[in-house]
């Protein structure tokens, strides 16, 4: 009798206990599922749908598929689980292509989602695959209990000939293990307000405007004929962060070396940016990502942005920032540079190892599917067969930009950006905490600058040790 | 000499069920509460970043208390920490000292029989219904009202009439600290009025008529009345007032421009908060936020005592004292064989 109250008690305790186990699981959402449906429907008997989707994907996958290797992970006909920070991109994804998988967003924006990816990863929740973006992937492909070789889904550094080599540099852990592919290339561009350099620049096409920008000396030469002749109006580049991204990324050279803060970039870039701020080419207290970001677009004060390829789509940055009216332009600018991407990783806990395989073949490698996932999102995706047939066939034409085609000037940079060793896992951080010590140090010199960046750096990262 | 049945009866015991219906809560509450407590307590002696399985003894406290550690940023932690510690005070001091002297006044203003203020329910409304609203609301609110900039309402509205720069609500370290400590006090004022409000009600009216009667002035009555009377109450609010300051969070995090929160805002609670959740393991500093916890912890404690020590009823304390002088004396006396209860 009192064993049994026991037992009832204990079982109500851990009843109770285990309501409080629930994390990040606000966002699950399974995508819309019309194709899963359909697929299902079409095959008649439903219990069957998992493995005739892959079969079917797997058939359409086309030549190069069955080269792959051996799949090691499990695979079983549980639904294919994606963690990633946002909607836009996988939904589309899902709704294209795969149909058959469900995705959970940690919502939040790229920058910041690592932080609730780890507290997702370790939940023990399912998870088959999810999204690393380049400033903080490292953290989670070095770390054997966050992800698994690409190799355990038979794929291999093999099938990325065709891929923009640096996506695949950054994809490799510290032991040269291929752990995450890209569908993206993030290369980026400066996006102009067509009718203000018109006005201002008197440049009527694309081409006189890249001749105008097209190193570091003469962007600051326009920008100062841009502000005599706006009377200092218009800025040339929105915001410091903006121009952070343009000038370092292509500068190949990491953050940390070892576990030693380097500084050169950030001093020549302060250096620089410095100047702008002086002679009013930039606003240092615009914000990037914020609503003065989009205003200084929208109220015509700046000729243009920084953009990576995914700001460019419907709906996206450029739009949101006056690209609706059609009489943006985007050129390459002064240096190649790339902002972001998405790499897809496998989780070591995945257990279903041929939709992953499939889901990854169909994004990463496959030119066909990549190329009709870049028309339909407008996403500059990371393989050049696919890209270079595009461009030559001039079948993009993006309405935001006027009917230019952006993968035209984005292939150019992708195919010009080199990395070697320029990515640590410390990037995201301290890259936050260098432009916040910037702008809130501005009227310092760049010494002081530096000096506040370096003693914020290791206070923050007590692994760290300055120059 | 009781039967056998009745021996059985009493030595059936019911207690134990009883126990057995509170267990579950106190094996929830001791997952959940108490061994997070502990928890807290070792991680605080536990390394940071990627050395964050070692065990380092006092170093986590060494580093942001005197800034004496192994990391080469143990100066700037211990900078960032004490900056932290005297923000929390500033907004404390800035945020609870203007609030308890507009919750005295409008309580005072409320209970006067003699004031007869038209719309008293209407008002007391009205000035609680701030607190009702989430903080995270709240800081949406203001940061969209007050922007650095001209797009904003208040700015635009202000360079309308002619001003030339915009103002820097949000930025400037002076003026956005001045801005938490205005909301603040525009949340809680209305919460801390109610509660002094019971606590003058409380009070007994024929107080106030004797006073009326012998020709006290309102400003008599009141500090010869109503503060030393509503002491408890005063106290109670001081003592939670200084537990949420201390751990004041909501506010100084969410109220900035761009992603990061303000460094010029950053609270204790602000700075354990960004130590531990910065990603995987391996990157954030689970020491210092523990070690930061616990001396929050301590300094919370200490105050707590010294207020409660300070506003103790004195008259209480003197009566228990005489009280057991006379049982010594009177146990001392029966010690002797004098005396016989």
Partial sequence: ????????????????????????????????????????????S?????????????????????????ITLPSDDDTLTVVCWTDADLANMFDQFSGHAKYQNCGDNGGDASTKYATYLNSGDDVDLFVAEAGWILNYINDDSFSAPLSDLGITADDYKDA???????????????????????????????????????????????????????????????????????????????????FSTAKNAAWVDGTTIKTDVAKEFTDMVKGYVDNGYVDPTVEQWSTDWTNVGLNGETLGYF???WCLGEGAQLEQNGGNAGNWRIVRGPQDFFWGGSWLCVSPNCNTADQAADFIR??????????????????????????????????????LLGGQDQFAVLADVAAGIKMSDSISKYDQSLKDTFLKTLKDNINKDTDAILDAFTSQALADNPDLSAE | MASAAQRRIKAISYAKYGYMFIAPFFLVYCFFQIWPLIYTFILSFKGNQSSYADFVG??????????????????????????????????WFGNFIPQILLSLLL??????????????????????????????SVAALYVNLFGDSKYYFINGTL?????????????????????????????????????????????????????????ANSSQQFFKITLPLLQPIMVYTLVTSMIGGLQMFDLPYLYHNGANFSRDLETVAVYIYYSFNKGTVAQANYGYAGAASIIIFIITAILGSITFYMNRDKDAIAKKKQRKKAEKQMKAKMKQGGLTL
């Fill in chain 1, 307 to 309: 953009y990576s390829t």
């Fill in chain 2, 107 to 136: 309580a005072v203003w409320f209970t006067d029989a003699k004031v007869k203020l038209p719309g008293k329910g209407f008002f007391k409304i009205v000035m609680y219904m701030p607190n009702i609203i989430t903080a995270a």
């Fill in chain 1, 46 to 70: 439903s219990e069957e749908a998992a493995d005739t989707t892959a079969a079917d994907a797997d058939s359409e996958g086309g030549e190069e598929q069955s080269a792959g290797g051996e």
């Fill in chain 1, 164 to 246: 923009y080599q640096y996506t695949v540099e950054i994809g490799t852990d510290n032991n040269g293990v291929l752990k995450g592919a890209s569908w993206q290339a993030a290369a980026g561009g400066y996006a102009y307000n067509a009718d203000l350099a018109e006005q201002y620049l008197g440049v009527t096409s694309p081409e006189e405007m890249q001749a105008k920008i097209d190193s570091w000396d003469k962007f600051e030469a326009t920008a100062a004929e841009l502000k005599e002749a706006s009377d200092g109006k218009v800025t040339i580049a929105a915001t410091i962060g903006g121009l952070w991204q343009a």
């Fill in chain 1, 362 to 399: 169909q994004f990463t490698v496959n030119a066909d599917t990549m190329e009709e996932y870049a028309l339909y999102s407008g996403d500059f995706v990371n393989n050049k067969v696919a890209m270079d047939k595009i461009v030559a066939e001039g079948s993009n034409s993006n309405p």
């Fill in chain 1, 1 to 44: 009798m009192s064993k049994l109250t026991r037992t009832l008690a204990l079982l109500a305790t851990l009843a109770m206990a285990s309501s409080a186990f629930v994390a990040c699981g606000g966002g699950n959402t399974e995508s819309t599922g019309s194709t899963a449906e359909t697929t299902a429907a079409a095959d008649g």
């Fill in chain 2, 159 to 215: 360079m309308n009439l002619g001003m030339e720069e915009p103002i820097k609500f949000i930025s400037d370290p002076v003026v956005s600290k001045i801005m938490v400590m205005y909301i603040q006090t525009w949340l809680w004022f209305g919460n801390t009025m109610i509660m002094l409000m019971s606590g003058i009600m409380g009070i007994n009216p024929s107080l106030f008529e004797a006073a009326d009667i012998d020709g």
């Fill in chain 2, 58 to 91: 006092l170093e986590n406290y060494s580093t942001i208390l005197f800034g004496k550690g192994s990391s080469a940023g143990a100066q700037a932690t211990q900078q960032e920490f004490l900056k932290a510690l005297g923000n929390t005070f500033i907004l």
